[in-house]
């Protein structure tokens, strides 16, 4: 298991100003597990994921791994990188181009005198590695990444899948404690990218490895990850599973950073409990009128918010459907994007987004009823 505890990291910038890189960053990750840390550039998720791996030293703050603490600023407690017994991939694979695969895999039993750490303790206990223990290891790593039949081709004969692979085979030969991935998949391919998510998933549910994940990329998150935090400027602003995160986002920022949204702003009228304890049912008055809505923050009358409702919850129909939350529309503009279409719709003065199936054949400029189901607009207190 990772703990994170309070950790704080500024640095001066080229300006000679004080960048507050990570503050009070608190989490963890349990055995086994996929921890991604999100946000946009600068957020201080790369900086975290550097001090975990002792490449930056902290202000402030604790970490442990397994109950041993590799960093702790009250303690006095700092375990050199290299002594920590955790592997890294980076955006750059850093792949030996004169090594083979195998070369390659191998490369880390190598400058560690074929010694392999036996267990995270107090003190690191190191067994040598026969020749024909190396293999097998080796071997058994580039199985699992599914490059065991290219143990022999040259590194610069991989494409650019292969190499992204080979990078995590190397991290892992180690048998590290903890896994850290920092963007391991930016420099691919849309198409590549994709099929990469699954294989990683695949790898870290078979090997039950801890990971802490690194990522600007949203759908990367959601689809690779046990639990997401979402960082901005500094601090967590939200930790949970991806459907959490998704469909109850804790404020603006992070339902305008992970996904698609339509944002509608209003003041509270009322709310009361729900049947699920930890949401509220509310009416907002918005320009559009009244909408029924859940929050899981406490809301009082007259508090202003903002509606997020995802534009695959803003359901379509030329009828006038039952229900709650139904609105007279105009087909403003739309786009077939094979498998969906994106709809843009004028309710009033307002534009709403929503995406639906192809079989939706209203044409632009036609009518159109709208409808937002209460359950999922998520009303959220504008500070």
Known sequence: MLRVDGLFTEYPNEKGEVVRAAQDVSFTVDEGRLFTLLGPSGCGKTTTLRSIAGLERPKAGEIAVNDRVVYSSSKGIFVAPNRRGFGMVFQSYAIWPHMNVFEN???????????????????????????????????RVLTAVQ?????????????????QRLA???ALVMEPALLLLDEPLSNLDAKLREKMRFELKRLQRELKITTV?????????????????????????????????????????????????????????????????????C?????????????????????????????EDVELSEERPAGDNVWGGRVDQKVFLGEALDFQVA??????????????????GEAIFVQLRPDKCVALKVS
């Open 283 to 311: 009416v907002v008055r918005s320009e559009m009128g009244d909408l029924k809505v859940h929050s899981a923050q406490e809301l009082h009358h007259g508090d202003r918010v903002t509606v997020s409702i995802r534009p």
């Open 105 to 139: 895999a191998a490369f880390p039993l190598e400058v560690r005198g074929a010694g392999s750490v036996l267990r995270f303790g107090s003190a690191a206990r190191r067994t040598r590695l026969s020749r024909s223990d190396m293999r097998e290891r080796v071997m």
């Open 213 to 281: 994940y690194v990522t600007h990329d949203q759908s990367e998150a959601l689809a690779l990850s046990h639990q997401i935090a979402v960082m901005h400027r500094g601090r967590i602003q939200q930790v949970g599973t991806p459907r959490d995160i998704y469909e109850r986002p804790a404020s603006q920022f992070v339902a305008d950073f992970v996904g698609n949204t339509n944002f509608i702003d209003g003041v509270v009228v009322s709310c009361a409990p729900h049947a699920d304890h930890d949401q509220r049912s």
């Open 168 to 170: 995590l085979a190397r």
């Open 147 to 163: 490059l065991d039949d290219l143990a022999d081709r040259a590194a610069t004969k991989l494409s650019g899948g292969q190499q």
């Open 347 to 364: 309710v009033g003065a307002r534009t709403l987004f929503s995406r639906r199936h192809p079989t939706l054949r209203t044409k632009i």
